[in-house]
């Protein structure tokens, strides 16, 4: 079974550049999630989609960034304009029910590692 | 404030030297206690969910308990190759699908 696919796996780009990045979870998985790592520190919810709808975007600065689901599968995440603290890694994750309930189990990408210059 | 505290940092074991990490939490109404493994450069790769207080979950040599306060993860007889970063998340209440992550302990376990 093939796993989360996330592109890039790497980018560098100067502050206040914009960037993307791409998402293809687990085929059948309804819900879909974006975190951001940050050196040292553990992975923090950016945005949940459940189908194509937002269920929890609470955490998602959403002057700079913004994220959708197109037709309910693959997913972009964007950035603009990029700050020196956005340097971090993007995971973007899947499960086929939601965290917390019995099929909740969350399936992680390798990541896009972002670097502001 | 829901929260994850992990301790310690960072652990050195010798091959053979059994130990355990821990994982304290304050989410309300934990809906379940996950448990990840994270080597660098990679994201993080399930191992357990824990879904109430007493249950246990066991994988090779690693074991996950779960109280009402925190959980364990119990490593028996280490080999070299389970050095990684080992991260807690716990979901509940009203925000149920959102995962609060610990910082991780960092193991390492040398021949």
């Known amino acids: 079974e093939a796993g989360v696919a996330q592109s890039p796996r790497y980018k560098i780009i100067e502050k206040r550049q914009s960037v993307a990045f791409w998402c293809n979870p687990i085929?059948?998985?309804?819900?879909l999630y974006w975190y951001q790592q940050i050196l040292g520190q553990g992975p923090k919810l950016l945005i949940q989609?459940?189908?194509?709808?937002?269920?929890?975007d609470s955490q998602l600065p959403k002057d700079r960034f913004s994220a959708e689901r197109l037709k309910g599968v693959d997913s972009t995440l964007k950035i603009q304009p990029a700050k020196l603290e956005d340097s971090a890694v993007y995971l973007c994750?899947?499960?086929?029910?939601?965290?917390?309930?019995?099929?909740?189990?969350?399936?992680f990408g390798e990541g896009s590692r972002l670097t502001v210059l | 404030e829901d929260q994850v505290t992990q301790s310690p940092e960072a652990l050195r074991l010798q091959e053979g030297e059994s130990s355990s990490l821990n994982c304290s939490y304050t989410?309300?109404?934990?809906?379940?206690l996950f448990w990840y493994r994270q080597d660098p450069g990679k994201g993080p790769e399930f191992l357990f969910t824990?879904?109430?207080a007493g249950e246990e979950k066991e994988k090779e040599r690693l074991k996950a308990t779960l109280t009402k306060k925190e959980s364990f993860l119990h490593i028996t007889a280490p080999k070299p190759e389970d050095s990684a970063t080992y991260l807690c998340?716990?979901?509940?209440?009203?925000?149920?699908?959102?995962?609060?992550f610990g910082r991780g302990t960092q193991l390492t376990v040398w021949p």
């Open positions: 994750a899947s499960s086929l029910g939601v965290a917390g309930a019995n099929t909740g189990e969350l399936f």
């Open positions: 989609f459940q189908n194509n709808g937002v269920v929890d």
């Open positions: 085929s059948g998985h309804a819900t």
């Open positions: 998340a716990g979901t509940g209440g009203s925000t149920l699908g959102r995962l609060y």
């Open positions: 989410v309300s109404g934990l809906r379940g």
């Open positions: 824990l879904y109430s």
